[in-house]
């Protein structure tokens, strides 16, 4: 079973808590579990009590029970803390994803979704009452409603449904295109040079193509002197740019980097109701393409952090992302993209910015990342192989002492049930809770193909973003400076040739009888001057740099 078929309303599946016995065992009702809790429910619940504004995610589960008096929260202001939400395939993940980003949208809190699978996309419609929405909301004590949430789809670079999201190659800068390129430190010199030259010159690097064009000048015989006196480009290195580019571009890249280029502050708009605005980015079309998926979320990150002041500690966050399938994100990085990441999870908390990650384990992201993640939500895990145990007990040492065997407990929930454990108020963490979810209020599954579209092209960021736009660039400007120079060298030859012969059959004809060399020198001016020279000599120059631009540059030459 996919997640997009393991709702938060399977309200009869899974063990409840440490005892393993069954919640559907028990026959609890929406009043199952009130009354007095025990000892150690007291002590779990006490460290959830919230003061201020925070997200619902649950009741507790203890000794196989449901415990809707015991409710399980996030404080609002944590949530930029960042998170973990991690379980096996088929155990919800993704509707723990789903509600706790419709409780932020509800709080106003902008949220950028990552959708993969293609089936977070139906938080834009209310949601479909049931049985079994019924009996989980009863088991919980969720007041539930169906309702929809505000939401903007997009797609890298208009691959799959949704406004075109694209990027320049300047915007992203040599540091970062060299890490996502794989660049040694020398190479990573060389791309700099590169960028600093096409600066100097105007240049402008909008897409993969002007930087193919730039690099192949620069190795050219006219290009190199270009560089000679800071430092210069040597053939070798440019050819390692220019695989890694063309093997990039093997990727999607191309279709990703260009204009118009997306504003980022875009994903912290709020609707006019005040909730705050869900972006749904539909990767479903570029899920076997992680590199540049990976190279969108370097771009975002990096250019949301450029952009966004300090604030510190607020009592909500300006947006969190959810990136789900998170593995695709890790799979294959190199060191230098995995410390980028680091580092800018590390410090966007302050520009008031939370991630969260979901994925299958714990041990898909990196431990330098993992150990930013302060809120944790982990959702059952399996035990079939000897690799699956020792992901398991791996997971157990990273939460905090409990009541609970977690070892046990973490293969006996059932779908829709978590271990959960976050930050308090105060920044501590929380006793470790298995907790049985609320059911989101949204649609849990894909949002209607026609629907999607319409809203789509209904958006008010369409017709600012949805055509691309391919101005003159780099690669049209030096494809004019080289077909001007070929020009004008063609040109010389054919004045140089003409003027040959031309002194040539003046010499023969003279039989000796001694023409003065001023009057050679005179037919010659007379036949270059003359209009129909001009014309022949501008002609074969033309064409001559046309043919030479082709072959430069990558253009394929038309057959007759």
């Known amino acids: 079973m996919s997640d997009s078929d393991s709702t938060g309303e399977d309200a009869g599946s899974g063990t409840g808590g440490g005892s393993g016995t069954d919640a559907s065992d028990t026959g609890v009702a929406s009043g199952g579990g009130a009354g007095v809790l025990p000892q150690p429910a ?16 649950g009741a507790l589960l203890w000794d196989g029970v449901c415990l ?3 409710q399980i929260r996030i404080p609002l202001a944590m949530l930029n803390r960042h998170g973990l939400v991690a379980g096996a395939t088929g155990t919800g993940k993704t509707k723990t994803l789903q509600l706790i980003a419709e409780q932020l949208s509800a709080h106003g809190v902008p949220v950028f979704l990552a959708d993969i699978k293609g089936d977070v996309s139906g938080i834009a419609a209310p949601g479909a009452p049931g049985d079994k929405v019924t009996e989980r909301a009863g088991q919980v004590g969720q007041q539930w409603e169906a309702k929809s949430f505000p939401c903007e789809f997009y797609a890298l670079g208009g691959i799959g449904p949704g406004i075109p999201l694209r990027a320049t190659v300047t915007s992203f ?3 970062l295109l060299s890490k996502v390129l794989q660049l040694n430190q020398t190479q990573e010199q060389s791309l700099g040079l590169i960028f600093h ?3 100097a010159k105007g240049l402008e690097l909008i897409d993969l193509k002007d930087l193919r064009a730039v690099v192949a000048f620069l190795v050219s015989d006219t290009g190199r002197a270009e560089l000679k006196e800071i430092g210069g480009l040597s053939t070798a290195t440019a050819g390692v740019i220019l695989r890694s ?7 999607g890249a191309s279709d990703f980097f260009g204009e118009p280029e997306f504003g980022t502050a875009e994903f912290l708009r709020q609707a006019p109701d005040g909730r705050g605005l869900v972006s749904v980015l539909e990767l479903a079309a570029v899920q076997d393409k992680p590199q540049l998926f990976s190279t969108f979320l370097m771009w975002l990150l990096a250019d949301l952090f450029h952009d966004l002041p300090e604030v510190g500690d607020l009592d909500r966050p300006k947006l969190v992302f959810f990136f789900d399938e998170a593995h695709l994100l890790f799979n294959g990085a190199s060191k230098a993209f995995l410390e980028s990441i680091t580092q800018t999870v590390r410090l966007i908390r302050s520009k008031g910015v939370g991630i969260f990650f979901v994925t299958q384990t714990p041990r898909d992201v990196p431990g330098d990342v ?5 809120n944790r939500v982990q959702h059952a895990l399996r035990a079939f192989t000897p690799d699956d145990a020792k992901a398991l007990r791996s997971t157990v040492k990273t939460f905090p002492n409990s009541p609970y065997d977690l070892e046990e407990l973490l293969t006996r929930l059932g779908i829709g049930e978590a271990v959960i ?31 999607l579209d319409a809203a789509v092209k209904g958006s008010s960021l369409y017709g600012r973003y949805a055509q691309a736009v391919d101005r003159e660039s780099a690669y049209e400007k030096l494809g004019a400076e080289q077909e001007a120079r070929q020009r004008a060298e063609a040109e010389a030859a054919d004045r140089a040739a003409v003027e040959k012969a031309v002194r040539g059959g003046g010499r023969a004809s003279s039989g000796g009888a001694g023409k003065a060399p001023k009057d050679d020198a005179s037919l010659v001016e007379q036949v270059v001057a003359s209009g129909m ?11 001559l740099g046309r043919e030479i631009s082709r072959s430069l540059f990558g253009t394929a030459r038309r057959r007759r």
């Open 370 to 374: 993992l150990a930013q993640l302060g």
């Open 245 to 251: 580019v063309t093997a990039f571009e093997q990727q």
């Open 42 to 57: 007291q002590e779990i619940a006490a460290g959830y009590a919230v003061s201020g504004a925070a997200l619902d995610l």
């Open 421 to 451: 454990t976050v930050l308090s108020e105060k920044g501590a963490p929380t006793p470790v809770a298995a907790t049985r979810l609320r059911a989101p209020q949204s649609l849990m599954g894909p949002y209607p193909a026609a629907e």
């Open 173 to 175: 800068g040599p540091v």
């Open 533 to 543: 020279f001009r014309s022949l000599a501008r002609s074969v120059g033309t064409q």
């Open 68 to 70: 809707p008096d015991a």
């Open 197 to 199: 030259y096409a600066d």
